[in-house]
């Protein structure tokens, strides 16, 4: 009979050879000759002194067989099937992709951007010479914005759709199983890639398209139905259904959409800045050592929030061992956001610090523009961030310590952002609305991490794509409400906010999509 038990370890015991398995046998009262071990569950407990690893498992007597997936993938070939058209290869698009390829439907593909390997070139171009390319960058390409910053897996939408299932894809087409486990699951931006060729590899193997460096730039609706769509090369092409998978940073399809009076919403998203300690700063206070931690540790993160006059204020796509990236998708506008390599293993951890916006209560001057008001204000401060950073893509920046206490910094920490920091006055620059709110919320979280408050971080502005500021509403068939056959989806459309809920809205999208044809 399978057991599912808990067991932990602490730090130094983690350290001595098979101590896991002696630790079951003990639990058990048997020797370990009698059974194997699956591990479902790990994390580490490091909240006092003494550290633990904890561990869920599934205990297998011996004789049993160990399961080791839940899933299989059963790809269809679809090369003569009916098609289902998809703008947009980040999570969205790709796992609707894949699942068209399960129920039997053809997925044709639009991407603005270029395949992962030369996007490579563009992400040079942007960090060294400060040239923006807008259909390729750090959002715009082949596997979306998670490709290249960061690839973490951590998720709260668990009551969207099958995460382990999400896994499973990513371990089948390369990630490593360790991802079925952590409890904080990460790729790696430097692994990611790999695995995101593979699924286009999937998707053409049986039969599917993906076409790069096409952007769509029209859509012919007729009462109230999406006929066509029109390429940039002005070709247009004949559509059933369409799941409109571009992201939160396509401002050219909110537009669109918006001039056509296609149904849009106002959504609240958050602004704020990235702030980055030198690694050993905060492991130092997660860890409660001091110097190096052990080798068994993982670089530390951590997750904050505070209550600021009514709007929250928390940290967002916290990076350890991580980089700085410019995340700007076209030029006069400067945009950070973070990333870490598999082993997490850079001198600096960084973190989205971020205020929440409540569009209908907070930007009164932006009303006039509608379903695009948050939109137009998360463009003022890129705009405002590019100017005070010095017109290129190096960032404006200060020490937290003289931004909190209202001077200008005569000088920076050394940074992982490689287009370089410029000193501005961030206190004064940023909206009243976000800067006084950090100024609190940094003092707070100094007093929740004792040492995080130092003149040893940098902040640097400005952390502005968090989330879409525009919702493109669909009906409980996930259908636009106004335009039938337009499956809004993912980050774009307001239903998600990262690799795995975006991959899980895809799915259901496919699924939506394809009921009738």
Known sequence: ?????????????????NMLEQKIALHLGLPASEFTFKILRKSIDARKPTIYFNYKLAVYMKGETLDKTEYTF???????????????????GMWAALRCLELGFKPIVFERGKNVQDRRRDLKAINQDHVVGEDSNYC???????????????????????????FESLVHHGAKEDILVD??????????PKIVQNMRETILKFGGEVHFNTRVTDFNIRDNRLKSIVLQNESEIAVERVILATGHSARDIFELLHKKKVALEAKSYAMGVRVEHPQEIIDSIQYHCSGHRNTLLPAASYSLVEQVKGRGVYSFCMCPGGFIVPAATAPG?????????????????????VVEINVDKDIPKYEHFGALKGLEYQKDLERLAFTSGGRTQTAPAQRLTDFVEGRLSTDLNPTSYQPGLKSAPLHSLLPK????????GFKAFGEKMHGYYTAE??????ESRTSSPVTIPRTKTLEHVQIKGLFPCGEGGG???????????????AEAAVVGL
């Open 1 to 17: 009979m399978i057991r599912n038990i808990q067991v932990r370890l602490s730090l130094e015991e983690a350290e001595v050879e």
């Open 74 to 92: 059963d790809y269809q070939d679809v090369s003569k099937a009916k098609a289902i058209h998809i703008i947009g290869f980040g999570p969205a």
């Open 140 to 166: 715009f390409g082949e596997g979306g914005a998670g490709t290249y910053s960061d690839g973490k897996l951590y998720t709260r939408s668990l009551k969207r759709g099958d995460v382990r299932r999400i």
């Open 183 to 192: 409890a904080h699951p990460h790729i790696g931006t430097n692994k990611l």
């Open 333 to 353: 506008e400067v945009v950070v956001n973070g990333m870490s390599p598999s082993k997490r293993n850079n001198l600096f951890a960084n973190s989205g610090i």
């Open 433 to 440: 609305l976000i800067g006084s709110r950090l100024r609190t």
């Open 457 to 462: 971080a940098n902040i640097v502005g400005v």
């Open 495 to 509: 239903f998600a906010g990262g690799i795995v809920s975006a991959a899980m809205d895809g799915e259901r999208c």
